[in-house]
C-alpha cells in the first residue's frame, strides 16, 4: 500500500457546537443547526478511556490478555478558547446559567436562590440545557463526535492592548456519554457567521459612569476576566454512558481586573480590609448603560466584595482587584448580556 501524500494545516479543523434536543441523541444533520465557534486554535480533547495496565500475577510482563480498556464510563473533557461570538455565546451562556432556550432575550441571570439542576436518560425538549460538540477534520467522516455536554466553566476577558479590547472567550465541556471517533453523519451546514463585524464585542462600548467595581464608578479598565463555574455530576452508569447529569455544587462568578490607580480607587486597600462580615461591599457593573440590554455585551454583580486588591507597576502604577459575586435572596448572582 502506498503512503498518502496528503497533508492538512491546522486551521481547516472546526469546532461547531448544536443544542441537542434529546438526553442521548448527538444532532445531526436534520436537527438543530450547528453553530461554528470561532476559534484560535484546537486541542485534543481528554478522552480519559478507562484503561487496566496492571501486570497479572504469573507473568512480569503485561499479557494481551491482561488487557482491559473501555470508553464507556469516561468523562470527556473539551476546551476551547476563542472570540465571543453573539451565536456561539448565547449557547454557551444559556448552557452554564441553565436557563430554558429563548427565555433570556440576549440577558442571561443566574439567580441567587437558584436550585439544583438535573437531566438524564429520556429527557426530551433539552435544548439549551443539552449541546452536542463536534471536532470537524477536513477527513471525510472522521468527525469526532460528543452529546450529551455541558460547559461547565466558562471565561469572558478583555484587554485594551490585545485586538482593541475585542472579548475573547475559553470554555470547557464535559460528557459523560460514549464518543463517536468517525462520525460519518454530516452535521450539515455550519454557520459561521462568526466574520460578521456584528457578532463581535469590545471594551470600548462601555461608559464611565457604569464601569462599577464594588459600587466605585468611573474606573479606568484595562483588562478583565469574568470566570463562570458550574460543575456537573455524572452518575448512573449504563452501556452508552451515564443516566444523569447533576449539577448540585456551588455556582461561583468571579471578576479579576487591572485598573488605572487613581483617586477614584485609591481607597480599595482599605475597602478590602474594613469589608464587614455578612455584608455586600457594592455592586460590581461593566456595561453601556444601566440595565443590561441585548446585543450589547455586559456584565453585572447586584452584590459582590473585594476578594484581593494589588498594585501592579507598569508604566503607569495599576490595581489588581479580584471580586466574588454573593447572593441576596431572590436577587441575580450574575447577569451576563450579548
Known sequence: MAISTASY????????IAEQDVYGTIEAAGGNAYHAIDVDSISTPSLNANQALDVRSGSRVLQETDFFHTKVGAISEISVSGTATTGALDMLLENIIGEAETSASGVYSFLSNASAQSVGSGATGQAGTLLSLTMISPISAMDIGFKDCVVTALSLSGDMGTEGGRIKFSATFKSGSAVDATQVTSVGAVDTAFTAATENYTM?????????????????????????????????LVSTGYEVIARAGEFSATLDSTIKYDDKCQAFFENYLDQVTGTTEGVTKLNHQDALANANFGISMPKSVLTNVAFNEQAMMMLDVSLKAVGSGSVALVEVAC
Open 9 to 16: 494545516s491546522a486551521s481547516a479543523f472546526k469546532i461547531a
Open 204 to 236: 470600548n462600548s462601555w461608559v464611565a459612569d457604569y464601569r462599577q467595581l464594588v459600587g466605585v464608578a468611573d474606573v479606568v479598565m484595562s483588562s478583565f476576566t469574568l470566570n463562570l463555574s458550574n460543575d456537573a455530576n455524572f452518575v448512573g
